[in-house]
C-alpha cells in the first residue's frame, strides 16, 4: 500500500468537541475545545489548550477552574457556534439555549444538556506557541442519571456523543467491544439438568 507523507500538524482524530465553560454561576462562559484528552489516571488528570487571545483563556487562568461538558450530535450546532463566537461580546449559553447548572467542586457551571461534565482544576500551564496547554486534575464528574443503569454502569453508548475530526463533526457509532475483550476468557456454560 502506498502512503503519501504530509507534514507535522493536528490530524490525530477523533477528539471530543468538548463545551468548556469557566467563570462562575454568575458570569459564565463556554467556548469549544477539541484539544483535549486524559494524561493519567492516578490522579485522573487532563488538559485543555486555549488560544491566548481566546476570552476564556484569561478567565481559566485567573480562576484556575474549568469544566469539560461532552456534546451530543444534538448538540452539534451550538457546539459549532461556542468555536466561532466569541463571549467577549455574546452571550453564547443564552444564545444556544443552554441551561447552566452549579457544580460541585468548582465555580465554573455544568451546562445542564450535557451528559457528563468533568469538574477541573488546573495544576499548570505551559504556553506550547499557539496555545497555552491547562493542565488540571479532574476532581469529579457529574452524569446525567439517564445514562447509568440499575447495576450502576455508566452506559456511554446511549449518549449519542460528537466527535471532531480534522475541521468536521462526527455522530459517534455503536460500541465495538470493551477494554481487554480480544483477551478475557469466554465464560463455560453449564449444562442445564
Known sequence: ????????????????AALVTCGTMEQ????????????????????????PERHSHDIIKTSGEF?????????CRETDFCGVKSGKNTDKLSACGFHTVPAQKVAPPLIDECPLSLE???????????H????A??????????????????????????AFAHGEYFALGRKLGDFGFSVRKKKKHKPKS
Open 120 to 130: 477541573c482544576k488546573v495544576v499548570d500551564e505551559k504556553l506550547l506557541g499557539s
Open 132 to 135: 497555552t496547554m491547562f493542565l
Open 137 to 162: 486534575e479532574i476532581i469529579g464528574i457529574d452524569v446525567d442519571e439517564k445514562y447509568i443503569d440499575s447495576k450502576g454502569k455508566l452506559n456511554l453508548q446511549q449518549c449519542g456523543l460528537m
Open 67 to 75: 469544566v469539560i461538558n461532552l456534546t451530543t450530535s444534538a448538540m
Open 28 to 51: 459564565p462562559n463556554v467556548l469549544t475545545i477539541g484539544w483535549t484528552g486524559i494524561v493519567c489516571t492516578r490522579p485522573p488528570m487532563t488538559y485543555i489548550s486555549v488560544r
Open 1 to 16: 500500500m502506498a502512503k503519501q507523507f504530509w507534514k507535522g500538524s493536528t490530524l490525530l482524530a477523533p477528539v471530543p
